[in-house]
């Protein structure tokens, strides 16, 4: 479990991240979401024990990112994907990951099982001996989460793991922290791609300086938007609308062609009522659907009205 | 000890330098220009410059030509000894302890003799003084004297004084010395400058600090990475540059290398100079975002050592044993004080907050 108590990071006179609140449960893929500069990238190099809060404290899997001892601890169950790949370009994949395996302490032959098995997960195997400067971006990348991942960490902090790369690798990259939580694993992810967060994510937080939001995807639009309905009628019958407008549950009410659109308080307690009444005025209706929001929706909604730092 | 963390971070580098042809163009170019052509273009002009046989410390001496190696003893019919004497002609004569003005001597054999004012003409002297004398022809051992003309003889006197070139051979020594201290200062700053500012433009130290390694493991490993090509670099020059100089030596008559002052000089001031190159190598690239600035600054730390160069040229700081400790001393201290601020200014916070 990642606990984050009142985590906060300045930098001389700015503030990066302020009193940031979060349980990140085990085998769990967390999302950090954000516009640029809302202390993401910080709030994982602190959780990464790569920089230490100005205020505040984070315990991961027990061990506190203030304490000396825990920080060695940390280093050694967690994983890291920078922002930026940091490979060794003159070298080959295949020393680029055995270097890192050493500094983790890896023994040999551990060290070059571990790196066959994430190299072929990725499909890189046969290219092990190719300097990674010759390599494509997507390949790149896969290089650098197969380092985050080589001595096996319980807990994996990835920064935009899928920026810049085309939807083929894109969808390899989701597909692997997608089974990596299936293996057990505890994943941060920072992006900034919404479909992504909402497809991969079980929670995430909104964040901007300071925590905006938290929760699963799907759930962050409840509160923040009215529900609406769209009604799809055979036929068009604009007297329906004026017999709607008595409605006290209808908040509003748009007609357009032979749909509705209907802003309901409690549609689970409303639409049987409702229908009920437009079947009875003679309404043959084909459709009833409750219109969804998008995470990204929700981020814009949420950046515009309280996310201002 | 070394920890496996700092040992794994010099191993890649050194990896990473085998495929950077400024790295290791520097690593083999350097060498071959201070351990090849330095000591040729120093030493072969002495050698060809210097004079055979020995310089004589006499107050006006002048020899023109040598003794024909043929040359015999001259016999001798009849014996002098134990006398005083003035304006005579001596010839085949066996000279013995005695005193002889306004003469001329001719095929004879002299002995623990003072002459004044005489012609010598193939003649044997030993242990004889001579005063005002036009020597010919002759042999001798053990002179003393003054305003000597020696023509076509071979007379070896008891003071002997060192030639302008028999002066310069030390001086050339030290020079070449100094020159082989500049190398580990300077690859340092190429290698090193590399190693670090690299790392930072390549943004791959973030993954690294990310990992078990401590601050100290990255430093030494960092460290150590600059050193031991740097060092192995410095100690083939030496190889190579001290057997051309030793060849040239050899032919002078001079004691070969090493001497202490080498000993010294390229096993315990060089690799203090080599730290000292690192370390400041350590500071300046924590303030630059670029190799070649790095670089560019980094070659204001051999000044210290071409100060020392300047000095010793200059004949201000001589070179011994004693000045290689004391020297070293002040090395070691420098590199106590940037340790400590390197180490101060090589933590993950700074590399990761500051550097970038």
């Not at chain 2, 020995?54 to 024909?68: A, K, Y």
């Not at chain 2, 790392?199 to 493991?217: F, H, V, Y």
Request: with cysteine.
């Amino acid at each position: 479990m990642i606990k984050c108590n009142a985590l906060t990071r300045r930098y001389d006179d700015i503030t990066a991240i302020s009193d940031l609140n979060l349980t990140i449960e085990d085998r769990e893929v967390f999302g950090l979401l954000g516009p640029n500069g809302a202390g993401k990238t910080t709030t994982m190099r602190m959780l990464a024990c790569l920089i230490a809060p100005t205020s505040g404290d984070a315990t991961i899997g027990g061990h506190s990112i203030l304490d000396l001892r825990g920080q060695q601890e940390i280093r050694r169950i967690t994983g890291l994907l920078p922002e930026a790949p940091g490979l060794y370009d003159t070298l080959s994949a295949h020393a680029n990951l055995d270097f890192y395996g050493k500094l983790y302490g890896m023994p040999q032959a551990l060290r070059e099982r571990s790196i066959k098995e994430v190299l072929e997960k990725f499909d890189l195997w046969d290219r092990r001996d190719d300097a990674v400067g010759t390599f494509s971006k997507g390949m790149r990348q896969k290089v650098a989460i197969a380092r985050a991942i080589l001595h096996d960490p319980t807990y994996l902090f990835l920064d935009e793991p899928t920026a810049g790369l085309d939807p083929k690798a894109s969808k390899t990259v989701r597909d692997y922290i997608v089974s990596l939580r299936e293996e057990g694993k505890t994943i941060v992810i920072n992006t900034h791609n919404l479909a992504e967060a909402e497809r991969i994510c079980d929670r995430v937080a909104l964040i901007n300086g300071r925590t905006i939001q938290v929760g699963p995807p799907g759930n962050l639009a409840r509160g923040l938007f009215a529900r609406t309905l769209t009604v799809t009628l055979a036929e068009e019958d604009p007297s329906l609308a004026e017999g709607l407008e008595s409605f006290p549950y209808i908040a509003s009410i748009e007609t357009s062609g032979t749909r509705l659109r209907l802003t309901v308080k409690d549609p689970e307690q409303n639409n049987p009522s409702l229908v009920k009444w437009l079947v009875e005025k003679g309404a043959r209706v084909q459709f009833v659907e409750e219109e969804e929001y998008s995470l990204e929706d929700v981020y814009l909604r949420l950046m515009e009205e309280g996310g201002r730092r | 000890m070394i920890s496996d963390n700092a040992k794994a971070v010099m191993r890649k580098d050194l990896s990473e330098f085998r495929r950077q042809k400024l790295v290791i163009g520097s690593i083999i170019a350097m060498p071959l220009i201070l351990g090849i052509l330095i000591p040729l273009s120093m030493f072969a002009p002495i050698a060809m410059e210097a004079p055979e046989g020995p310089t004589w410390d006499v107050e006006n001496l002048f020899t023109q030509g040598r003794l024909d190696p043929s040359w015999d003893v001259p016999e001798t019919a009849s014996t002098l000894e134990s006398v005083e004497t003035a304006d005579v002609a001596l010839q085949n004569t066996r000279v013995v302890n005695a005193t002889i003005e306004r003469a001329v001597l001719t095929e004879c054999d002299v002995r623990d003799s003072t002459l004044k004012n005489v012609t010598i003409d193939s003649c044997l002297l030993e242990n004889v003084n001579l005063y005002n004398c036009v020597v010919t022809n002759s042999r001798g051992a053990g002179l003393d004297g003054e305003t000597i003309m020696s023509v076509d003889s071979e007379l070896v006197f008891e003071h002997e004084r060192e030639s302008e070139l028999e002066k310069l051979i030390p001086m050339f020594l030290n020079t070449t010395l100094i020159l082989f201290i500049i190398l580990p200062v300077t690859l340092p700053t190429i290698i090193a400058s590399y190693s670090i500012v690299g790392e930072k433009n390549n943004k791959s130290l973030e993954p690294i600090l990310a990992s078990p390694t401590t601050d100290g493991e990255l430093l030494l490993g960092k460290v150590l990475s600059a050193f031991v090509p740097s060092m192995a670099s410095t100690l083939g020059a030496v190889a190579v540059g001290g057997a051309i100089i030793n060849i040239f030596l050899s032919q002078l008559g001079e004691p070969l290398l090493p001497n202490l002052t080498w000993v010294l000089g390229i096993l315990l001031l060089a690799p203090l100079a080599c730290i000292m190159s690192i370390l400041a190598c350590v500071i300046v690239s924590s303030r630059v975002t670029d190799v070649r600035a790095a670089q560019q600054v980094g070659g204001f730390i051999v000044m210290p050592v071409i100060v020392l160069m300047f000095g010793v040229l200059a004949g201000v700081i001589l070179l011994t044993p004693l000045a290689m400790l004391a020297i070293s001393g002040a090395f070691a201290a420098a590199n106590g004080g940037l340790y400590y601020f390197a180490k101060a200014i090589f933590n993950r916070e700074d590399i990761l907050v500051r550097w970038a």
